[in-house]
């Protein structure tokens, strides 16, 4: 037998992540692996916290990133928050929302599901009614950014509920972080967990966290140990815990996090601000795209995220040969839709470094080609003129 080297393509990657990764990523991580308790990474560590406080906008001092990707990162809220007996109010209007329950289940909680229609933002109105009907609930967990409708939330809101009527609330900021609006100690958000692979255009693998005072308080006063050896916070904490003398928890992955810590310099060098503006202009001239070709929106405007854009497919169209024809002919990954929304929609992301002017207007013309040669009833050759009017 006599396998080769692996060299991948190189796609265009416009999907719900990963997202294309910025070279200066792929370079840092190619450095000389050290020791992860070498002084020299330990410090690179502490640059890490801050870069990641920086990101949430937070001081939360248990802000880290959890060494396995955003799925691990959720897993590490709700196994450290949720007790056996615990209730948990879990908003829902999307995929995300519904592994949180899979997740409240398992740590021996009972999770009471607030339903939202896909596409659509959590309604504030349903969750107080649930709060006021479940007083004993002790969590409320909600997706500020639902990647498989590309509905934003309004995170401030929810929280101020939660608290309002004495629960602490679980954020899951996958695809938010670094593409929109987030603020952690603003909002009072009280454990979040985000990914390396969306806004951050990181490689995958990594799941920055941070959680509360609020939120540490009810993690030291447990009266059940945390099931998960692996995500205790308890003792991760001694790891990478302000100032700890580090002890051994588990090896960390030396070279994603060299990975992730050149992405936040990035971020850092941007400006979280300018980095929210730039996902929002290239989605309007996106947007000003599929609106000349035809195709609408699947969330209302005022809802809508602008790293994660959800569009009707056109009566006809077959889904699976566009996106193949894409793949194969241009090398440009675009997402399928997932759940309820399977086969009705395509979902373009444009997140972090993959959110730029070339594009959107290649996506847009490579859409517009291969629909026009397949017969579709579009507005062929409109698309790319029409996002172009909007960067003059
Ligand atoms: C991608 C995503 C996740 C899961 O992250 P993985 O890195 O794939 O484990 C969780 N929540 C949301 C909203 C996501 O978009």
């Not at 990523?25 to 692996?33: D, F, G, H, K, Q």
């Not at 691990?72 to 929302?97: H, T, Y």
């Not at 086969?343 to 629909?371: E, H, P």
Request: aromatic residues 6%; proline residues 4%.
């Amino acid at each position: 037998m006599s396998i080769s080297s692996f060299h991948p393509p190189k796609r265009t990657l416009m999907g719900p992540g990963p997202s294309d990764v910025n070279p200066r990523i792929l370079e840092a991580m190619s450095r000389p692996t050290i020791g992860h308790l070498d002084p020299a990474f330990v410090g690179m560590m502490e640059e890490v916290k801050g870069l990641l406080q920086y990101a949430f906008q937070t001081k939360n001092a248990l802000t880290m990133p959890v060494s396995a990707p955003g799925s691990a990162g959720m897993e590490s809220c709700f196994v450290n928050l949720v007790e056996p007996g615990d209730k948990v109010i879990v908003c829902q209007n999307g995929v995300f929302g519904g592994r949180m329950k899979e997740n409240v289940e398992r740590c021996g909680g009972t999770a009471i599901m607030v339903q939202d229609a896909w596409g659509s933002a959590v309604d504030a109105n349903k969750l107080e009614d649930a709060l006021k009907a479940n007083p004993d609930a002790g969590i409320v967990a909600f997706v500020h950014a639902e990647t498989s409708t590309g509905a934003q939330s309004d995170a401030k809101t929810l929280v101020e509920l939660a608290h309002k009527h004495d629960c602490l609330a679980i954020v899951d900021a996958v695809t938010s972080l670094g593409g929109t609006p987030l603020k952690v100690d603003e909002w009072g958000i009280d454990a979040i967990y985000s990914g390396t692979q969306k806004c951050l255009s990181c490689t995958p693998g990594i799941s920055p966290v941070s959680f509360s005072e609020a939120a540490q308080k009810k993690i030291s006063n447990r009266k059940h140990r945390v099931q998960s050896w692996f995500l205790d916070m308890n003792l991760v904490m001694g790891y990478w815990g302000a100032g700890a003398k580090r002890a051994y928890h588990h090896t960390a992955p030396i070279n994603a996090l060299y990975a992730l810590h050149e992405a936040l310099v990035i971020l850092q060098d941007e400006g979280l601000e300018n980095a929210w503006q730039r996902h929002q202009n290239n989605h309007l001239a996106l947007r000003a795209g599929f609106e000349a070709m035809g195709l609408n929106f699947v969330v209302n405007e005022q809802d809508r995220l602008p790293q994660l854009n959800a569009v009707t497919i056109p009566d006809g169209v077959d889904d699976a040969a566009v996106r193949g024809q894409l793949l194969n002919d241009y090398n440009l990954e675009i997402g399928a839709g997932l759940g309820d929304l399977a086969g009705k929609v395509w979902r373009i992301g444009l997140m972090g470094y993959a959110s730029n002017q070339t594009n959107v207007l290649f996506c847009l013309g490579a859409l517009d080609a291969v629909m026009t040669e397949m017969g579709a009833n579009i507005n062929s050759g409109e698309a790319v003129k029409a996002a172009s009017a909007h960067y003059k």
